[in-house]
């Protein structure tokens, strides 16, 4: 029995609850267990330089978090500064482009914030299921003011991380969890069933093919209950 009595196969308690920010074309606050992040879609006029005169679209992201969404105080610049965190908005913003047609809304590009108010593991695979929600939600504003035509999404899009812990294999890892954890993995998929990325790493010692499908099939289970979820917030999109 884990720490917080849930089954292995068990994701944590997923609250979203969306229009959280007034300003943002799109947001929502999710809590994932104790993981807390706030996630807003900016919509600019504009593209990066490289995609001028292209006709396509941008979709990326920002990740980062407060001093004070960990156990112990961390400074403001490492917070923003760090390898890890441009790790984690590159990995945030392909994925979200995966499952957006960036043809469709014109030369013009959606940002997608996530800052973590507070952490217990997971936050970069909550993030993007916030992400895909904000999302969503602005493109669904857009079409309302007739900015765009259609909703510009191909397929839903969730993560969640799985891993080895003193021998077992669990689904939605926190904090204390991860720590530990003798092999670590995020897995984001789209609704359809598609992967957009893996990615798993051994702490200890290697892991075998047989628990990688293991893991991958754990993963799949908690991505479609928090699909299952997002359908039920942001209707059908496809």
């Known amino acids: 029995m884990r720490a917080d009595k849930r089954k292995n196969n068990q994701i944590r ?3 979203i609850v969306t229009n959280y920010i007034k300003h943002a074309e799109g947001s929502c606050l999710l809590e994932m267990g104790d993981t807390r992040i706030v996630c807003t879609a900016t919509f600019e006029d504009r593209v990066p330089l490289f995609l001028k005169g292209t006709g396509s679209g941008w979709v990326t992201a920002e990740y980062g978090m407060l001093p004070r969404a960990t156990g112990v105080r961390n400074y403001r610049d490492e917070l923003i500064e760090g390898g890890r965190v441009k790790e984690i908005q590159r990995l945030i913003g ?9 043809r469709a809304f014109g030369e013009s590009t959606i940002k997608i914030d996530c800052d973590v108010i507070q952490a217990d593991g997971g936050t970069r695979t909550a993030s993007i299921t916030g992400g895909f929600i904000v999302l969503v939600e602005a493109f669904k504003k857009l079409r309302n003011q007739r900015v765009i035509h259609s909703l510009p999404v191909k397929d839903y899009l969730a993560a ?4 080895i812990v ?10 204390s969890e991860d720590s530990k954890a003798e092999v670590d993995m995020n897995v984001c998929m789209t609704g359809s069933g598609k992967l957009v990325e893996v990615q798993g ?3 200890k010692e290697p892991f075998s093919p047989s628990d990688l499908e293991g893991m991958l099939s754990l993963a799949k289970k908690g991505i479609e209950e928090i699909i299952e979820i997002e359908r039920d917030i942001v209707g059908v999109i496809v």
Not at 166 to 175: I, N, Q, T, V
Request: aromatic share 4%.
């Open 160 to 163: 969640v991380s799985v891993g």
């Open 166 to 175: 003193s021998g077992e294999k669990l689904l939605d890892l926190s904090f």
């Open 201 to 203: 790493t051994a702490e």
């Open 13 to 15: 308690e997923l609250k």
């Open 94 to 102: 392909r994925s979200l482009r995966t499952i957006t047609d960036l």
